[in-house]
């Protein structure tokens, strides 16, 4: 939309929800911006987005189709803003990302709300900026800071830039008014209008930064070529500017077609799918203004926190004093912690803390909307903390368990109203973790089922929606996972080749080293739990339990797979694990051998694979890319790598079924190959 107020015309980008730069709104700016240029009542021009956005960047819906690359494509759009003969001024509010930040760097000057949040987030999406952002965003505030907002992805407010040369003013209200005064002061001037393009970066200067960072570059990071292009086309900031812009454009055009882009891209539309539930089972959330925690111990606490911080009234119900106190303490200590790290305000960590009510009188329970329970990790237990809930809770309140794999319908069971309850599975530490299994029941009513989505989302969480079964998605495929990695212990391998393997891969942590974090006892638990159901005749491996016994229960006991000095885990295996391995070994006739990383990443896979076509076939993931979505965000999966299921779809189909049908071979008794065609298909 173009509209003129005092020789101002005011183009207004107008693509809901977030102004996508699609083909259809580059092309009307390019449009809107000629019938400007020709006006002559038009002395200036301002660009102006929505209160929700400037604009949000490229749409990514069109990477990979011909609409990415149909002019005028963004860079022309830019190039034309910069050419204009009348200045230009963006106006931002709300979200100015990737390519919308870089249509404002084009213009000749910048107006922007303190509460707006500008960055480069195209890193995270395995990309660089394309059209101009790392040439222009060094010109205007210096490498250093460029290189900070760029590699870390995350956006920042125009307030916390203000000082940085990114911005001609940052104001609290009147942003389009403030706009419209800054083009007619650049129209005024009769000096040319200041351009990004025409500042020239020092140097040395410039290559001293890019080295430093290149330096200090993540291991996981370094896995991933966006990182090393980002850094190679910043360097080239020192290069004429038209020189810098082709540099900066074939580094991206090397990228799109990678396959890290692509998983991150598969990646980025996986998460936003997850939080919409399948058509079959939509219904309208029931409202929750009051959250209900029982279990104020590490995860019970969490929860309160992601709860508080979503703005949401919470009561924390304990059966002791004492055990509350301790709850109420560890959310206290973590909003002063907060506050001291200059990452919360102390206003808003006091109005969290004034929304937390703590209680052992479960008769409150009767105000809260939705109650989830967050104890001990036993079926009888929660059982009877439900029959409890069920007697105070009041109608039509939401009752969820926070179980990671014990049977939802059981503990619903324990009810008069198992319409009512679900799982909710948090991830440890719940406030932190991204990912909320949401866990339905063989009653789940589809209002009850609607309302834990919505409050993952509320929570700011992906929330995935799963059936019910042992593990869930998660634990379920993290199981065979392990197992797997138990195999290879007595095939050959120590622990600490699998570890190493598996984080040369892009793994945040090894099994191994995971489990010696989580604590050994957590999965023994879980396997006594199984051991009556387990079949004899399946492939056991008890080195575990062998640890368990012997009280080495890792991390927090000093020695688990790994010993553990001063919280310093050793870098092998000790003899005493070595020698249960090789029993082990022994004692299945197994002749030990030594196994190439590529081997244990690519069966880690493979099993990973299988268990995911398994669960598919069961209904307990409805859609094949949830299944990469809960290993990404819960379980350390490298995300650029998409997940096990998008690997799948990229390997050669008959080899992939050979090696399953020799893995399977290999387990032996129990082990079930999962059907590859709901995995498979695209």
């Not at 009542?41 to 189709?65: H, M, P, Q, Y």
């Not at 969480?461 to 290879?488: D, L, S, W």
């Not at 000093?558 to 010993?563: D, I, L, R």
């Not at 008959?654 to 020799?662: F, G, N, S, V």
Request: hydrophobic content about 45%; charged content about 20%.
């Amino acid at each position: 939309m173009l509209t003129i107020y005092n020789g101002v015309a005011v183009i207004t980008l107008d693509n809901p929800p977030v102004n996508s730069l699609g083909h259809a709104l580059r092309e009307r700016i390019v449009q809107r911006l000629e019938a400007a240029l020709v006006d002559p009542a038009v002395r200036g021009i301002v660009l102006a987005g929505t209160d929700k956005a400037f604009s949000a960047g490229a749409d990514v819906a069109e990477f990979g189709t011909p609409l990415q690359f149909q002019e005028p494509m963004l860079r022309g759009v830019v190039a034309a803003v910069e050419a204009s003969h009348k200045p230009v001024v963006a106006a931002l509010a709300g979200v100015a990302l990737g390519g919308g930040l870089e249509l404002a760097l084009a213009c000749h000057g910048r107006v922007a709300l303190e509460s707006a949040r500008v960055g480069l987030p195209e890193v995270t999406l395995g990309l660089i900026p394309g059209s101009g952002g790392t040439q222009r965003l060094p010109r205007l505030v210096g490498p250093e800071a460029a290189l900070a907002l760029m590699l870390s992805g995350e956006p920042r407010s125009a307030k916390d830039l203000a000082g940085s040369g990114l911005f001609d003013a940052v104001v609290a209200g009147d942003l389009v008014a403030a706009a419209m005064r800054r083009a007619l002061e650049l129209a005024d001037t009769g000096a040319p209008f200041p351009r990004a393009r025409d500042r020239h970066p020092e140097a040395a200067q410039v290559q001293t930064i890019v080295d430093a960072h290149r330096a200090k570059l993540q291991p996981r990071q370094r896995l991933q070529p966006a990182y090393g292009a980002l850094l190679d086309s910043v360097a080239a900031c020192v290069l004429p500017f038209d020189e810098g812009l082709q540099r900066e454009r074939e580094l991206f055009l090397e990228l799109l077609p990678s396959a890290a882009a692509q998983a991150l891209r598969y990646q980025f539309k996986a998460e936003r799918e997850a939080t919409r539930l399948p058509a079959d089972l939509q219904a309208a959330p029931r409202p929750v203004a009051r959250v209900a925690v029982i279990g104020a111990g590490t995860m019970g606490t969490g929860i309160t926190i992601a709860a508080l911080d979503a703005g949401l009234q919470v009561l924390l119900l304990e059966q002791d004093e004492a055990a509350l106190a301790r709850g109420r303490q560890r959310i206290s200590d973590h909003y002063r912690g907060r506050v001291t790290a200059g990452k919360l305000k102390v206003i808003m960590a006091a109005d969290n803390e004034t929304r937390l009510a703590i209680t052992t009188d479960w008769a409150r329970l009767a105000d809260a909307d939705l109650v989830i329970e967050a104890v001990f990790e036993e079926l009888a237990v929660k059982q009877q903390v439900f029959r409890t809930v069920d007697g105070y809770a009041r109608q039509g309140a939401v009752l969820a368990t926070n179980t990671s794999y014990l049977d939802v319908d059981a503990i619903a069971a324990a009810t008069s109203r198992p319409q009512d309850v679900l799982g909710l599975h948090f991830f440890s530490p719940a406030n932190v973790m991204k990912l909320l299994e949401v866990v339905r029941g063989a009653n789940t009513a589809p209002d009850v089922l609607a309302t834990g989505m919505a409050l993952g989302v509320k929570l700011k969480k992906t929330p995935v929606h799963c059936g019910n079964a042992f593990g869930f998605i998660g634990n379920r495929i993290y199981n065979a996972y392990r197992r797997q990695c138990e195999f290879m212990l007595e095939d050959g391998a120590w622990p600490e080749n699998v570890d190493h393997a598996l984080t040369a891969m892009g793994f945040a942590m090894g099994p191994f080293a995971v489990a010696d974090l989580s604590g050994l006892d957590i999965a023994w638990r879980m396997r006594k739990a199984q051991a009556a159901t387990r079949d004899p005749r399946e492939r056991y491996v008890a080195v575990l339990d062998q640890l368990c016994e012997q009280g080495r229960l890792g991390r927090k006991s000093g020695a688990g797979y790994y010993t553990y000095t001063d919280g310093k885990q050793s870098t092998t295996t000790d003899s005493n694990v070595r020698g249960l391995i090789e029993q082990a070994s022994l004692a299945r006739g197994i002749t030990r051998r030594e196994i190439a990383a590529d081997e244990i990443q690519r069966r880690a896979l493979l099993a990973m694979a299988n268990e995911a076509a398994r669960l598919l076939a069961e209904g307990v993931a409805s859609r094949p890319a949830d299944v990469d979505v809960v290993l990404v965000q819960g379980y350390g999966f490298p995300r650029w790598e998409g997940g096990p299921v998008f690997w799948a779809r990229r390997q050669d189909r008959q080899r992939l079924e050979a090696e399953l049908q020799q893995m399977a071979r290999e387990a032996g008794h129990g082990f079930v190959l999962g059907n590859l065609d709901a995995l498979l298909a695209q």
